[in-house]
């Protein structure tokens, strides 16, 4: 039996391109859906009333398309709007903090750093995840803005980055020793982040371990694609293709050929 | 005669109360409702369908309150959406390009550097319109994406802004004498601006230009609100009335004091 329906992975824009990459080296058979909401992107400035809305939206676009299962590649939705999706639909519903939550409990013995958009920090959803699983854990977070406008700009390594690292990062030196990317965006930079911070500090990119947790549920509920046909991966965006393909190129490198994105609108 | 009916502004988000204290502070007595579209903010880095389709809809809800007059307070709205507002209505709409334009002009005699978002800056709407009122003028344009999240930030003076602006503008240096600052948002940072720029460049805002241009405007068409009452200031936003204040707050300074702010659903 093999259940080729697609997965259908949502995020506020093209970042979480890093997390369909991940679950397309984990789990090649599997054809993927992608919508990045390009249109109204950021959400990490805005309200939860607004990001459940949005997200809500985002989810019956992909229910629309034949999904077996969502995946909120966006750490902002996923702190703020999981819940709203779960009651959308009976299939299973993955957030991207989960993945995020354990992987730094898997590598972190002191105290784990949680860097987000102001909507995630404001959430309190990481220190509340962590201290859910592992009670009495010190958790220090801290929003940085900036983060995602450099990694737009592809500026990963110039003087700003380093000024824009140390001014944001200054208060985890040597207090940490895991620092959870609680965006998307932020991948990009974690040469500039490990430099300020020191070796001593492992960087925890949820998109591996949610890629993990992705295909465990799948296999747990007889949802895996199987075979050696290479799953069908199609990206949608509800604004501006051009913009897209270039950023998505800029974040994944030349790991993931993206071929064309379709624009839909789904407002 | 006095025509008390308020005067409509919008902006992306609420960089744009630059422009309503300028017209309050030249036309005290006139009444003016203010759209700030928060939840959808920025525009800069949306395409120019998706700019149209936001700007139409934000000067529908005004329209709908009963304004006499519509400006849009965004630089990238005004460069992209303009014609399709004025389509919208027969009162008079007037955006920040022009009154950006006007002061430059005026200011400039050897070259004109204009800096805004990707959109603005991707239009070409300040060089054509500087040259079609002064044919053969030099301009040099830049999108400076950080800037917006730098003011928003409120990191105006740190070591940041000073690397950022170095590296954003540094190709300005000796050739240019006047700076159009094409976007609401860069106002607070004139100070980092001036100081990489040398004081040989003079920077325009376009915000005081703007309202003289609404001033003259009205008063051409005889719908200016007379008499010694203070107009009344109606602030709308279509997300987090908190965020907006706060960063309203940081935007403006102390000089206009925003009492309260309404959530309206547009969209």
Known sequence: ???????????????????????HELLPAESIV????????????????????????NARFLLSQGVKMIVVACNTASAHALDDVVR???????????????AALKKASVAIGVI???????SNKYPSEINRLHPGTKVISKACPLFVALAEEGWTDNEVAHAVTKEYLQEFKGK?????????????????????????????????????????RLTGLGLRANGSTR?????A??????????VGRRLLGENLEISGVTLVDII
Chains 1, 2 share one sequence.
């Open 116 to 122: 987000g958009t102001e909507a995630t920090i404001r």
């Open 88 to 102: 959308l639909t009976d299939y299973p519903v993955i957030g991207v903090v989960e993945g995020g939550v354990i």
């Open 237 to 246: 965006v509800t604004d501006s293709p051009e913009r897209s393909l270039e």
């Open 231 to 235: 799953g069908k991966i199609s990206l």
């Open 1 to 23: 039996m093999s259940d080729t329906r697609p997965i259908g992975i949502f995020d506020s824009g093209i970042g979480g391109l890093t997390v369909l990459r991940a679950i």
């Open 176 to 216: 940490i020793d895991a620092l959870v990317l609680g965006c998307t965006h932020y991948p990009p930079l974690k040469g500039v982040i490990q430099s300020v911070l020191g070796d001593g500090v492992r960087l925890i990119d949820s998109a591996e371990e949610t890629a993990r947790i992705v295909g465990e």
């Open 34 to 57: 992608y919508l990045g909401d390009t249109a109204r992107v950021p959400y990490g400035t805005k309200s939860k009333e607004t990001i459940i809305k949005y997200s809500v939206n």
